[in-house]
């Protein structure tokens, strides 16, 4: 039997989750079955748009509810850091020594990372490297397009 990782999520990654996976059960799946029903009574199935469509839905919510689920039966809670050391749930400030530019990122499990809000995976390379840091430090970072090293500026709580 094999134990799987357990998957990091802040208390708002995890309420996030939470509220998604009541809407889908009680909004979201009610609503795809309706659309079944509508579908199926329009006739033939072999040649159906709509009940094809809503299938798909239907397959992509119970998909997405199965993972929720999965991860709400194993995450691990990330407690807030001191500030002192960078960490799982740290807001930190870093410059890239090479071309002197700043930027913030949150580091945050796999299941909360989206790089468009700047919360980088605590798996990536980047996290890795930050992971301990103290403010002040420089570390480098080992990427799969190259090396490079940054500089931590400032852990926000």
């Given at each position: 039997m094999t134990t799987e990782e357990k998957v990091f999520l802040t208390q708002e990654g995890l309420e996030k989750l939470q509220n998604e996976l009541e809407y889908l059960k009680i909004t979201k799946r009610p609503e795809v079955v309706n659309n079944l029903k509508e579908a199926k009574s329009l006739g033939d199935l072999s040649e159906n748009a709509e009940y094809d469509s809503a299938r798909s839905e239907q397959a992509e919510i119970e998909g997405r509810?199965?993972?929720?689920?999965?991860?709400?039966?194993?995450?691990?809670?990330?407690?807030?850091?001191?500030?002192?050391?960078?960490?799982?749930?740290?807001?930190?400030?870093?410059?890239?020594?090479?071309?002197?530019?700043?930027?913030?990122?949150?580091?945050?499990?796999?299941?909360?990372?989206?790089?468009?809000?700047?919360?980088?995976?605590?798996?990536?390379?980047?996290?890795?490297?930050?992971?301990?840091?103290?403010?002040?430090?420089k570390v480098k970072v080992n990427s799969s397009s190259g090396k490079y090293e940054i500089k931590v500026l400032e852990i926000i709580k």
């Amino acid at each position: 039997m094999t134990t799987e990782e357990k998957v990091f999520l802040t208390q708002e990654g995890l309420e996030k989750l939470q509220n998604e996976l009541e809407y889908l059960k009680i909004t979201k799946r009610p609503e795809v079955v309706n659309n079944l029903k509508e579908a199926k009574s329009l006739g033939d199935l072999s040649e159906n748009a709509e009940y094809d469509s809503a299938r798909s839905e239907q397959a992509e919510i119970e998909g997405r509810i199965l993972e929720i689920e999965k991860i709400l039966n194993n995450y691990a809670l990330v407690k807030e850091g001191d500030g002192r050391k960078v960490s799982v749930g740290s807001k930190v400030r870093i410059l890239y020594v090479d071309n002197n530019e700043e930027e913030v990122y949150t580091i945050v499990g796999k299941a909360e990372a989206n790089p468009f809000d700047n919360k980088i995976s605590n798996e990536s390379d980047l996290a890795k490297a930050l992971i301990g840091a103290k403010k002040g430090q420089k570390v480098k970072v080992n990427s799969s397009s190259g090396k490079y090293e940054i500089k931590v500026l400032e852990i926000i709580k």
